[in-house]
């Protein structure tokens, strides 16, 4: 079982930043893909980035390749998501993820979300 809190979103103006974090309960972080979802109301949920246990891999969605850098510190248990240049689009609950092998996130663990609102 995995537990996860995320931390970390706010209002913020467009252009400017926002770090969250995403505490992982448990001894084997480092085995689970680590993935950052979210979802604007009245859209379906979407894929954000996610990266491997090893950080050896990471992936974006194009819309925020270049701006969104996702990372993870496994001795502290947590994955982070650093957003830069943020436009009003990126307003959105975001949801920390982990699945084993990051193709099956339906099977995963979820976090309870954190809001993002960016203004224009």
């Known amino acids: 079982q995995v537990q996860l809190v995320e931390s970390g979103g706010g209002l913020v103006q467009a252009g400017g930043s926002l770090r969250l974090s995403c505490a992982a309960s448990g001894r084997t972080f480092s085995t689970y893909v680590m993935g950052w979802f979210r979802q604007a109301p009245g859209k379906e949920r979407e894929f954000v980035a996610d990266?491997?246990?090893?950080?050896?891999?990471?992936h974006y969605r194009d819309s925020v390749k270049g701006r969104f850098t996702i990372s993870r510190d496994n001795a502290k248990n947590t994955v982070y998501l650093q957003m830069n240049s943020l436009k009003p689009e990126d307003t959105a609950v975001y949801y920390c993820?982990?699945?084993?092998?990051?193709?099956?996130?339906?099977?995963?663990?979820w976090g309870q979300g954190t809001q993002v609102t960016v203004s224009s």
């Open positions: 993820a982990a699945e084993r092998t990051g193709s099956n996130w339906s099977k995963g663990y």
């Open positions: 990266i491997s246990g090893s950080s050896g891999s990471m």
